[in-house]
């Protein structure tokens, strides 16, 4: 089993819509969690920080947290085809190494 | 700011040839990070240090050696590599390492072509 799982997608979706992302984990004792977004031929940037159960917001982006349900969730409302990239999802594991796990990451279109 | 540098942004070279990547923030973080991208593909740890110290080494073979030569500065030793090695070489640091809440910034990369 993967320790980060996304839907790989594509998830297409019109202007103006809301894009909704999803990430699971396995490792129950995570604490942190992250989502880079990566622009074709970019590298990755650090768009959302969610640590506490719950709803973060930020602009047009919405981090939810569910540690029960071992679940994380970006929203991206009002879509626009600048959002187009791939949107990774990142945990800091409670392993011994506790480094960044990446998920595969979901290719995102959003369509004019 | 939250900026990392690296250079040079495009490199190729020769399965003979010796070369080295750059990495530098001012941030005053004390963790920084080498990572490997394939295209369509996650990025995969390569080297931590952590207050100029390596701390984790991912099993990577002997032909990358990295070098922290102070805590704003990090290198990429290339040596003999493979064409298997081309990729886009990521460097990222942040305040710690060792988990906790440290969020990583990663720089533009390097994108690597070994011929």
């Known amino acids: 089993q993967k320790e980060v799982e996304q839907n790989s997608g594509p998830l297409s979706v019109p202007e103006g819509a809301i894009a909704s992302l999803n990430c699971t984990y396995s490792d129950r004792g995570s604490q942190s969690f992250f989502w880079y977004r990566q622009y074709s031929g970019k590298s990755p940037e650090l768009i959302m920080s969610i640590y506490s159960n719950g709803d973060k917001e930020d602009g047009r982006f919405t981090a939810q947290l569910n540690k029960a349900s071992q679940y994380v969730s970006l929203l991206i409302r009002d879509s626009q085809p600048s959002d187009s990239a791939t949107y990774l999802c990142?945990?800091?594991?409670?392993?011994?190494?506790?480094?960044?796990?990446f998920g595969s990451g979901t290719q995102l279109t959003v369509l004019p | 700011d939250t900026e990392v540098t690296q250079t040079p942004k495009h490199l190729v070279m020769g399965m003979t040839n010796k070369k080295s990547l750059k990495c530098e923030q001012h941030m005053g973080h004390r963790a920084m990070y080498w990572y490997k991208q394939k295209a369509k593909k996650p990025p995969e740890l390569m080297f931590v240090y952590s207050y100029e110290k390596l701390s984790i080494n991912e099993s990577v073979p002997s032909r990358f050696s990295p070098e922290c030569p102070n805590s704003s500065l990090l290198n990429l030793h290339l040596h003999a590599l493979q064409p298997e090695d081309s990729a886009l070489y990521l460097c990222?640091?942040?305040?710690?390492?060792?988990?906790?809440?440290?969020?990583?910034?990663f720089g533009p990369g390097t994108r690597l072509t070994v011929t």
């Open positions: 990142a945990v800091i594991t409670s392993g011994s190494a506790r480094q960044l796990t």
């Open positions: 990222a640091s942040s305040r710690g390492a060792s988990g906790g809440i440290y969020e990583q910034y």
